[in-house]
């Protein structure tokens, strides 16, 4: 798409609204309900939808695919995602009232970083073709490193805080609470972080490994900088209410990891095979419509089997449980 300066700034300034409005309607500290979440996820679907229907009224089929193919990654990947952040909430022990705060500066904190990693990739693609290769092993291995972790049920553990994030507590100390959603407080005669500014650096510092996922995989559909960032601001923007809409499900999604190892592989073979047609060798090249058809097959089918996985296990728990309910009256009846 031949996107002008202007475009680029009325949309940058149309997102910066939206975001500010969703600031704006979460700035008191509450329980975010499943009625509330499901509204505003529908909205913001809504809104990307008929973002791309514009793609596809000014830019064509071509660039309206894209985006929808990206868009649709991006937010399974996102998804993805949660399953870390239910982890750190658990492991910080962010009270339910302030789990919405510490999303959106999440949230904010991933635009921003994703704004930077969307430029240096599109000025090193730019610059240097064979970086294809590179995005397509880096995303082949991911897709093999996501198999190893759902075969050894990786959303099981628990988070892990890195290093820099240990180093900063140990550096400013940090307080016995949480003070509602204050960053530093006074303590013992010296400024210490809140439980509340560790959790956003928690988060924040995972978005920095989510967006080199994120990033490749997107610029495997498409290579146009503006359908990059919009796509990626689409899906990154109703994470907050997703996390409290699909909390429960989550768990239940137990093929999710298979699903998006697929994709990713299936991105990675499609980004190898763009690099060699760019190197003047003769291959097949995936089409979008395809890419799109296929990673929503995958989703649809993944979501299927998740979803009759959990419910086979909930029914062999019951009748465990029933079994040993009948073995213990049998054993406590008198002889």
């Given at each position: 798409m031949n996107v002008s300066l202007s475009t680029w700034l009325?949309?940058?300034?149309?997102?910066?609204?939206?975001?500010?409005?969703?600031?704006?309607?979460?700035?008191?500290?509450?329980?975010?309900?499943v009625k509330e979440a499901g509204i505003w996820s529908a909205v913001w679907i809504a809104l990307a939808v008929a973002f791309g229907l514009g793609v596809l009224a000014f830019g064509g089929g071509g660039p309206a695919g894209e985006?929808?193919?990206?868009?649709?990654?991006?937010?399974?990947?996102?998804?993805?995602?949660?399953?870390v952040f239910v982890l750190i909430m658990a492991k910080f022990a962010v009270p339910p009232q302030y789990q919405q705060r510490v999303?959106?500066?999440?949230v904010l904190m991933a635009l921003v970083l994703r704004a930077v990693f969307i430029a240096a990739g599109a000025a090193i693609i730019s610059s240097f073709s064979w970086v294809f290769y590179l995005f397509g092993a880096f995303?082949?291995?991911?897709?093999?490193k996501l198999v190893q972790d759902a075969r050894k049920s990786g959303h099981e553990e628990e988070y892990e805080?890195?290093?820099?994030?240990?180093?900063?507590?140990?550096?400013?100390?940090?307080?016995?609470?949480y003070h509602g959603t204050r960053l530093w407080v006074e303590e013992n005669g010296g400024r210490v972080m809140t439980p509340m500014l560790v959790v956003m650096l928690a988060i924040g510092s995972t978005d920095v490994l989510f967006a080199l996922d994120s990033i490749p995989a997107i610029y495997g559909l498409t290579q146009d900088p503006y359908i990059v960032f919009?796509?990626?601001?689409?899906?990154?923007?109703?994470?907050?209410?997703?996390y409290f809409l699909i909390g429960g499900l989550l768990k239940k999604l137990v093929h999710l990891s298979?699903?998006?190892?697929?994709?990713?592989?299936?991105?990675?073979?499609?980004?190898?095979?763009?690099?060699?047609?760019?190197?003047?060798?003769?291959?097949?090249?995936?089409?979008?419509?395809?890419?799109?058809?296929?990673?929503?097959?995958?989703?649809?089918v993944t979501t299927?089997?998740?979803?009759?996985?959990?419910?086979?296990?909930?029914?062999?728990?019951r009748r465990g449980q029933n079994t040993a309910a009948g073995d213990d009256e049998h054993t406590s009846q008198p002889v």
């Open positions: 009325l949309t940058i300034v149309a997102l910066g609204l939206l975001v500010a409005v969703d600031f704006f309607i979460g700035r008191k500290p509450h329980e975010v309900s985006f929808f193919a990206g868009f649709v990654t991006e937010k399974s990947l996102s998804v993805d995602n949660l399953f999303l959106m500066v999440g995303l082949i291995y991911t897709a093999w805080e890195n290093k820099l994030l240990k180093a900063v507590e140990k550096r400013f100390g940090v307080a016995d609470r919009t796509a990626n601001a689409f899906a990154l923007m109703g994470l907050r209410q997703l298979y699903g998006l190892s697929i994709i990713l592989g299936f991105i990675g073979v499609k980004l190898v095979l763009h690099a060699l047609h760019e190197s003047g060798v003769h291959v097949p090249e995936i089409t979008i419509p395809f890419s799109l058809g296929f990673i929503v097959l995958v989703l649809a299927a089997t998740s979803l009759w996985a959990s419910r086979r296990q909930r029914e062999r728990d």
